[in-house]
T-cell receptor
Framework: GAVVSQHPSRVICKSGTSVKIECRSL??????MFWYRQFPKQSLMLMAT?????????EQGVEKDKFLINHASLTLSTLTVTSAHPEDSSFYIC?????????????FGSGTRLTVV | DAKTTQPPSMDCAEGRAANLPCNHS???????VYWYRQIHSQGPQYIIH???NNETNEMASLIITEDRKSSTLILPHATLRDTAVYYC???????????????FGKGTHLIIQP
């Protein structure tokens, strides 16, 4: 079945630095990937939709200059948290659609636990 | 996408069937019912989906009422590893183009008791 690999699984960074999270579709091509954020004891919140070869679409209230998304190939999307602050500490999860496996084509990565100190 | 309502938490004894309800009274004719679960500190995992007929796979069964306004996910023999948050999501089939990420509600925290 479709597999989405997310890396790193856990990262600790200093306040003010930037962190890059990678999301790869391993056995299928994904023209669209999705990035979610999840705070403790809360549900997943969609942050943005990553479109291969074009600009990402951000949900209302998500700062596009802070959360940079690049989707340069059909199998890789990256999320860069720029100038991270403690309030950015969260669980970040990516998802991709395998369009050959409709209608249940959403596959999720294992998530990245970001801690900003 | 239609809104769903789930109980915030449920307990179930290990080895018994876990029945998780979901109300989706505003579901439209072309919308599917999807179930995902999220084990602590992991990404969501697909369980099952259905349109109008009951469905069964190796993980679970999905019972959809005739009017499609509610459904029940059944884990036939729950184990401790089934402890997770279960999300019921209603949406149409992907039609191409545009943003169509899944919208997650609060789900049901299912706790399997030994």
């Amino acid at each position: 079945g479709a597999v989405v690999s997310q890396h790193p699984s856990r990262v600790i960074c200093k306040s003010g630095t930037s962190v890059k999270i990678e999301c790869r579709s391993l056995d299928f091509q994904a023209t669209t990937m999705f990035w979610y954020r999840q705070f403790p004891k809360q549900s997943l919140m969609l942050m943005a939709t990553s479109n291969e070869g074009s600009k990402a679409t951000y949900e209302q209230g998500v700062e596009k200059d802070k959360f940079l998304i690049n989707h340069a190939s059909l199998t890789l999307s990256t999320l860069t948290v720029t100038s991270a602050h403690p309030e950015d500490s969260s669980f970040y999860i990516c998802s991709a659609r395998d369009l050959q496996a409709l209608p249940y084509g959403y596959t999720f990565g294992s998530g990245t636990r970001l801690t900003v100190v | 996408d239609a809104k769903t309502t789930q109980p915030p938490s449920m307990d179930c004894a290990e080895g018994r069937a876990a029945n998780l309800p979901c109300n989706h009274s505003t579901i439209s004719g072309n919308e599917y019912v999807y179930w995902y679960r999220q084990i602590h500190s992991q990404g969501p995992q697909y369980i099952i989906h259905g349109l109008k007929n009951n469905e069964t796979n190796e993980m679970a069964s999905l019972i959809i009422t005739e009017d499609r306004k509610s459904s029940t996910l059944i884990l036939p023999h729950a184990t401790l590893r089934d402890t997770a948050v279960y999300y019921c999501i209603v949406r149409g089939m992907y039609s191409g183009g545009g943003a169509d990420g899944l919208t997650f509600g609060k789900g049901t925290h299912l706790i399997i008791q030994p």
